[in-house]
């Protein structure tokens, strides 16, 4: 089964990875996830994806202290922002854009109530 958890860690840093650019895709949620499914299925992943300069930081920080760098917490919210706006342009019912609204709120309370690394 390890060659799951293999795809399954790919998959996601791929995701994370296309997210640096993509500002409606969370990018440390998916290394996260990434360093979670590798150390089940592959020690030298693991300690690859750790190890790099720009994905392993954010993983550490998070393992250490639960900490979101002050810029990440800004690319979020701009993220946040924008994924709202976006569906104001195209139109979302009022009731969608409400449960949006909220549930965006709430991931932005919790993403600037973390501590900064």
């Given at each position: 089964m390890p060659w799951i958890w293999t795809a399954f860690g790919g998959l996601a840093l791929a995701l994370g990875a296309i997210g640096i650019f993509l500002p409606l895709l969370p990018t440390v949620p998916f290394l996260l996830l990434a360093a979670f499914c590798f150390a089940r299925s592959s020690e030298r992943l693991h300690d690859w994806l750790?190890?790099?300069?720009?994905?392993?930081?954010?993983?550490?920080?998070?393992?250490?202290s639960g900490a979101i760098s002050r810029r990440a917490k800004w690319a979020a919210s701009l993220s946040i922002a924008a994924a709202f706006t976006l569906s104001l342009v195209l139109g979302v019912k009022p009731l969608i854009l409400g449960i949006q609204a909220v549930t965006l709120i709430a991931v932005s309370l919790f993403i600037w109530t973390r501590p900064e690394a």
């Open positions: 750790l190890g790099h300069p720009l994905f392993g930081p954010p993983i550490e920080n998070w393992r250490q």
